[in-house]
Structure formats: C-alpha cells, structure tokens
C-alpha cells in the first residue's frame, strides 16, 4: 500500500506541480538564465579540489514558479560528475484553490505552493513532494520555505525543509546580492540528519559597465554536516566547510 501511494505522489504530483509550472503552460511573469564558475579547494567525500560549471533557470508564471540548475563538476584528479535539480511549484492561491495570506498584498505570508524537487546524479534519482510558504519580509527579494518527503532511490525515504532566501543591498553606490538556501533532512537506518547550507555574497560588476543584465563577482561558502547523510568521523570526515571563487552572469 505505502508503495502505491508512494508512486502516486511522484507521478501525480510531480507531473501536475511540472505542468502548471513550466513557462510552455502559463504566463511568465519573470524569468533569469544564468552561468557561474567557482573554484575550491577544501570540498569533503572526494577530490578536495573542484571547479564547477553550473547553469540555472528560474521564472514566476501566472501558475506558480520554477527553478532549475544543472553542476557540471570537474575534480583535479581530471573526473567530472553531473548533478542537476529541476523545483516547480504550484501556487494554491493563484490558481484559487487556497488563500491563506491577506488580501491586501501587506501581510507576512505571500502565498502557499504545492511543492516538488527532482533530483538527477549519476545513477541515481529522487523525489521530492510536498508544500510551500512564500514569506513577505522588508528588504527581501524572495524568503521560502518548503517541506517535503523524500522518495530516496538508494536510500530510505525521509524528510527533508528547505529555506530560501534573497537579499540585495548597496555599499557606496555599488550593488551586492546575498542569497541562497539551507536544506535540512532527517536520520533514518542507513544515513544520519544533514545540514547543507550554501551561500553567495555577490557584487554586480555589471552595474559599473552598463550591462543589462547582472555580471556577479564574489564567494560561494558551503557548510555541510554530515556530508550526504554520512556521519563524519576522524576515519571519514564529511563535515565540509568551504569557501569558493564565484562568478556568474545572468542573461
């Protein structure tokens, strides 16, 4: 029975939260493309030196929103592995199936989403199922949080929140952004609870040349514990705390 619910979930909501959400179903309201590089030299659970290559997507539509990224990851050994994550997310409010926050568009909550997240490695794939709050909070850009199940492909299930945030701000006329996410996910038999958190303190250098859209320059800084949902040990350490060369323009 939990595998046949199990199977609904992924394909009923994923595919439903995935067709609202892509820009092909609705109004796009906003959306950014963009290419980064960073560079480290203290990453855990492998090479310790790494250079990657992402891409990502985001967009606002009529139906609710969506962001995707894909890491093209090349260690110093001369490997390279791909990961990417594709989240849409379906607005309860827009598509006026539920409305919790103020009419008035002053108050703290900003909507509710039905949530999902596929992620692709190498040999594997998980799912991600569950709901969303959208905050309003002075001077932020966007404030998220999301809850969900985890459908593990070579792990047990568990659960897993995400917080996501924005926060752009000037310095002597020069215009930085700081953003980024903390994903938490709970123990079960075979990993222990992990803490991932990634952040990016950019500056627009963009702004200086009169580009139209943003030129980044700055530092990525990720702090893992429990790297993977592998307990760090002296044998085996996974807690990673790493600081890496950013660079990234939007287009």
């Known amino acids: ?9 992924r394909h009923v909501l994923v595919v439903m939260v995935a067709a609202y959400s892509m820009p092909a179903s609705a109004e796009i309201l906003w959306q950014t493309y963009s290419v980064s590089y960073l560079k480290g030299n203290h990453y855990r659970v492998g090479d310790p030196q790494r250079e990657v290559y992402t891409f990502e997507y985001a967009a606002s539509t009529s139906w609710g929103d969506s962001f995707m990224f894909w890491d093209h990851v090349i260690a110093s050994s001369g490997t390279s592995t791909n990961y ?13 199936l539920l409305c919790l926050q103020q009419a ?17 490695g ?10 969303g709050l959208q905050f309003r909070v002075p ?7 999301d809850f969900y199940r985890r459908d593990n492909d070579e792990t047990e299930d568990n659960w897993q929140t995400t917080f996501t945030w924005a926060y752009p701000f000037e310095v002597a ?13 709970s123990t079960t038999q075979d990993q222990r609870s992990s803490l991932h958190w990634t952040s990016q303190l950019k500056w627009n250098l963009g702004e200086n040349f009169k580009l139209n859209s943003p030129l980044y320059i700055g530092v990525e800084y990720t702090y893992w514990h ?6 760090d040990s002296e044998a085996f350490p996974t807690d990673e705390s790493n600081a890496n060369l950013l660079i990234k323009w939007h287009f």
């Open 1 to 9: 029975m939990m595998r046949i619910i199990k199977l609904y979930c």
């Open 84 to 96: 990417g994550e594709w989240s849409p997310r379906l607005s309860l409010c827009k598509n006026k």
């Open 104 to 120: 008035d568009e002053q108050g703290w909550l900003k909507d509710t989403m039905l949530s999902a997240t596929i992620e692709m």
């Open 122 to 131: 190498e040999g594997f794939t998980n799912y991600l199922y569950g709901v």
């Open 139 to 145: 001077g932020f850009r966007y404030a998220n949080l």
């Open 173 to 185: 006329g020069q215009v930085f952004l700081y953003d980024g996410f903390v994903d938490w996910f």
């Open 226 to 231: 429990n790297k993977f949902g592998i307990k």
